[in-house]
């Protein structure tokens, strides 16, 4: 298979009312989300992005987020998700490793560290500022420019994540595009997961089980359903995958004694 944001297009196109995302009380259908995701690669292409090319994108479980890595594959870049809550010298460091072009924060590029900040630019790296809600998402990207077409296969690069290895130094291992193609396979196919499936998006925002928390629902045709974040603690996580009727988790042990607290 090739590149796994083309599964989400086929539902897009096969299934356009379908309910995609969930956020609060708002519902994004599948031609929602691929139409603000088309136009943000648009708009990621006008500003350098090309094949291969690293964007790094400071996470926020937001919906915005889900738009926002789909437009950066779609732009045939590779995404890595940082942390504004890690201290700034190691996202110094996992910026001197990508090496991106752009760097996506979600509402105010203030919250960054100034640092963070200089060693982006002095890097030529182009900031963007993405509206946390999905409405106002779609007004910035209104009228971008048509994408241009890229092509992407199983053995593009699709992600660059992190693991702090056995010095606390980070390292970066690149994902592609076939790995997380055959993972959403193996996972429909070993648990019976369909377009009748709700995720809840719970991992951690810059772990690698986030990939499968946004790309299996998406890639089947499910609902990808986001928490508040004051949702996650005990006593109340419960509650919400009870309200959202949510069928399908991925949970740490310790997740999973968050629900039974």
Not at 2 to 15: I, K, M, N, S, W
Not at 148 to 157: E, F, M
Not at 233 to 243: A, D, I, T, V, Y
Not at 250 to 261: E, R, V, Y
Request: charged share 15%; glycine share 8%; with cysteine.
């Amino acid at each position: 298979k090739g590149a796994v944001h083309d599964l989400f297009l086929a539902h897009a196109a096969a299934r356009p009312n379908s309910i995609a995302l969930c956020e609060a009380q708002v519902r994004w259908s599948y031609s929602d989300l691929r139409a603000v995701s088309l136009a943000f690669a648009a708009r990621l292409q006008a500003i350098g992005v090309t094949p291969g090319a690293p964007v790094a994108i400071f996470a926020e479980r937001r919906a915005s987020l889900v738009a926002s890595v789909l437009g950066t594959m779609m732009a045939g870049g590779v995404f890595s998700l940082l942390s504004m809550s890690h201290p700034k010298q190691r996202l110094l460091q996992q910026i001197e490793i990508i090496k991106p072009v752009v760097a996506i924060v979600f509402g105010d590029q203030a919250e960054l560290d100034s640092s963070v900040v200089e060693g982006l630019l002095e890097r030529h790296c182009a900031v963007v500022a993405v509206p946390m809600e999905m409405e106002a998402f779609l007004r910035m990207v209104a009228g971008s420019p048509p994408i241009r077409s890229v092509s992407i296969h199983a053995d593009s690069p699709a992600c660059i994540v992190f693991t702090s290895g056995s010095t606390g130094v980070p390292k970066a291992v690149l994902g592609r595009h076939g790995s997380l193609t055959h993972f959403v396979d193996f996972l429909a196919r070993e648990f019976d997961l369909n377009e009748n499936s709700r995720f809840g998006m719970l991992s951690g925002l810059v772990h690698d089980p986030l990939q499968r928390d946004m790309f299996t629902p998406l890639s089947l045709g499910g609902e990808l359903v986001i928490p508040p974040e004051d949702s996650i603690c005990p006593g109340k996580l419960s509650e919400w995958l009870r309200r959202e009727s949510i069928s399908v988790l991925h949970l740490t042990p310790a997740g999973a004694q968050i629900i039974s607290a």
